[in-house]
């Protein structure tokens, strides 16, 4: 499996996706014009990855500065891939990165948070 890199831009966040280590972040904004498309390889690699992934530990780490609501429901549709596969015994940690001084970025990722039951989803204040 290869990696997916995609560097960022004012409106799309940087993604780099390690099928080496089973690392991915997502660092940035997010507010694509259009965000479908933007984040169409996205979701092909993530379920690629899961699919093949075995006794490997996969850890998500995002930190997002900003996102609209149309990025927001594109995270919900990439954790329910991820609570899926959770579901199915795989081994994944979501680490939501936020910064003490944006309550609104710690209010979605407990927001988030509540949704999973499967997924381990750790709420990580920047140091």
Known sequence: MENLEIQATKSSPEINFNSDNY???MIGESYPENTSQ?????YQWLESCTESLGEEKLVF???LIYF??????????????LEDASDDGKNIIVN?????ENDS???YGEEFAEDMEALTFNLVEKS
């Open 68 to 81: 609209n609501s149309s990025s927001s429901k594109v995270l919900m549709d990439l954790f329910d891939i």
């Open 96 to 100: 939501w990165i936020y910064d003490e």
């Open 105 to 107: 970025a710690l209010e």
């Open 38 to 42: 933007f984040y169409e390889p996205v």
């Open 23 to 25: 690392t991915l972040s």
């Open 61 to 63: 780490n995002i930190e």
